[in-house]
């Protein structure tokens, strides 16, 4: 093995890693029980980092307009209030989730609760919950509400 393939391993992480030694970890979804690809299929990351930055900005325009002093004064903290309201309030299925053909839906039931989108909100709204993944893409906040992100 040469230089570069040890980089390369390094850079593509565990998994790639893991993948060319032979183990297989399946598709992104397989252990839920979603296809590979299509409609009901885990949502890609740049889809949902796309529909995250389609909402925060929506929420910053609203907070911006609607709810400061007019010297646009604490935009930020009023803009994660929107955004907590938003994510609760549509259930899974935002603006930024429309234009991106996302949607949240709960494990056994198919539509989340209002309770599973408020504690799956509230926990996006702290970061770091979505900032820890499982190997189907999920993040913290999926998993404890028991919910997951899937394209439309």
């Not at 032979?22 to 529909?51: K, M, N, T, W």
């Not at 938003?86 to 309770?115: C, M, Q």
Request: aromatic letters at 8%; proline letters at 5%; a positive charge.
């Amino acid at each position: 093995m040469d230089n570069r393939d040890a980089i390369g391993s390094w850079l593509s992480g565990p998994r790639e890693a893991a993948e060319r030694a032979g183990v297989d970890f399946g598709y992104r979804g397989e252990q839920l029980g979603l296809p590979e690809e299509g409609p009901g299929s885990i949502a890609r990351p740049g889809r949902r980092f796309g529909a995250l930055a389609v909402d925060w900005g929506l929420c910053l325009l609203i907070a911006y307009g609607l709810l400061t002093d007019g010297y646009g004064q604490a935009t930020g903290n009023w803009a994660l209030l929107v955004f907590f309201l938003l994510g609760t309030l549509t259930v899974g299925f935002t603006p930024g989730k429309r234009l991106f053909g996302l949607r949240v839906v709960a494990l056994d039931t198919g539509r989340p609760s209002p309770l599973r989108a408020l504690l799956r909100t509230a926990l996006l709204c702290v970061a770091v919950p979505a900032l820890i993944w499982d190997r189907d893409g999920r993040g913290l906040h999926d998993r404890l509400a028991k919910t997951v992100e899937v394209r439309v």
